[in-house]
């Protein structure tokens, strides 16, 4: 049925009606409902194309003979997205019109501005000024698809391509600079009344403070957005304003979040898989602020700007999910990777919740740590870290690493490891390890449930990240109030 193109062509004159220009949750579901239509008619068309010139590879998971498929097609999804965030700024931003021109001074033009925009019945568009965030994001993200294109033609090394998400971030922090430039961030209860945090907060405080004054020497910028001789109050919730640091964190997270995509990788359905369960447990996330009544406005704008972001991409997603399902007819390849994390780092940043973002990615967070000591060659890293399967029963096994020196930091970690279970050794007669099992969550999931089918391996994987999320939903309204003396949200402890 979906292959019809009578069905298809029903779903987009559907959408098309459904497009109503003061309504952008009612709009973005149908430009979703486009994108995923135009995604999954694109897909299969270009698919030889992209063979011709080289974009091609082996899914070497699967019993031979293996036949080549297209690779990069994560590029389709992307681009796609592109064009229905530029199609959306008429329908979601509030346009008005200055009868006056420049003969009017900022008093008229204010009050034309407030009388055109309250004579929209149920007005909920966005006020104008929120554009500059929105093509801030778009350009950010136009930027990561073309340069993680440019990865997967010319197969960047992992260490030049590491800060690449730091580069195309820069117009968010930019747009954030001059729009909002909250640098600070709310200590929790516990850190404050553990003996000695109140000092630690007040040596970061110091550090901070004469950190940004070297900075805004150098620069004539200033990143603190409190005044310059500010302490530490003793009341409760106690905020310490990071300045320059802040702008540091963020451009980590717009590191993190698409490496961590690209990192937990490898089997058919698991790039796009996962990027899809975050898209849902950030969309319960938007639409727990956007269904109260006692959020501020700030807030409300915020995470409804965070579902205009995230309803397309799921929309582009679930058509790329149908080609990259086991047995996958297409390779996504770093571009779509760079491409779904940024997306994420983009909604949190602008959306002002990008610690919270973090939370969500714990189970990405999890598996980068696990693999720190790969990747970081503190015992030995292959090229490839993929499960290993067995053309006998089709089952996917961990995959090994070879083990060449016989004492060190190496053994003794990976034995520290065992003792929890958490890596699979192999030894000789004398007992020395051999071999170990790759460390990533993937790998560790076959050591601790067996051989496992590919697609059976994925979905326990985004079950997983989908329990994870949920959970760390549920902690940030009950736990996180009660930590940090306050919520956005009506939930929990004030």
Known sequence: MLNSWVFRLALVLGAVSAITPNNPIRTVIAFAVIGYVVTISIIPRLGASFIKIGLKGKDMSKPPPVSEIPETMGLV?????????????????FKYLVSFGSMSDDAVVASNYIEQYLAVANNRLFPHNKLAEFLSAVLCLQSTVILGFLDDLFDIRWRHKFFIPAVTSLPLLIVYYVDFSVTSVVIP?????????YFLINVINWISKYGNHLVTLVTGLSFRTLQTDYVVPDSTPKLLDLGIFYYGYMSAVSIF???????????????????????VIFLIND??????????????DSHLLSVIFIVPFVGVSLALLQYNWFPARVFVGDTYCYFSGMVFASVGILGHFSK??????????????????????IVPCPRHRLPKFDVKDGLMY?????????KGISNALLSFLELFKLVKLERDKSGAITRFSNLTIINLLLVWFGPL???????????????????????RHTVGPWLFGYDNLSWGVK
């Not at 979040?257 to 898209?279: D, F, K, R, T």
């Not at 639409?287 to 409300?300: G, P, R, T």
């Open 453 to 475: 089918r590919e697609d059976h391996l994925c979905t326990l994987i985004l079950g997983i990240q989908f329990v994870i999320g949920v959970s760390m939903l549920t902690v």
């Open 257 to 279: 979040a698409p490496n961590s995509i690209n990192i937990l990788a490898g089997i058919n359905g698991l790039e796009v898989g996962q990027s899809l369960v975050l898209a």
């Open 398 to 406: 961990p995959s090994y690493g070879e083990l060449k020196s016989k």
């Open 287 to 300: 639409f727990c602020y956007l269904s109260s009544e006692k959020i501020s406005q700030a807030a409300h």
């Open 189 to 197: 209860r516990f850190v404050s009344d553990f003996p000695g945090g």
């Open 356 to 377: 919270t973002l973090l939370i969500f990615l714990l189970p990405q967070i999890i598996n980068f740590i696990y693999s720190v000591p790969q990747l970081f060659n």
């Open 77 to 93: 999804a992307a681009l796609t997205y592109m064009f229905l965030m530029f199609g959306l700024i008429p329908f979601i931003f």
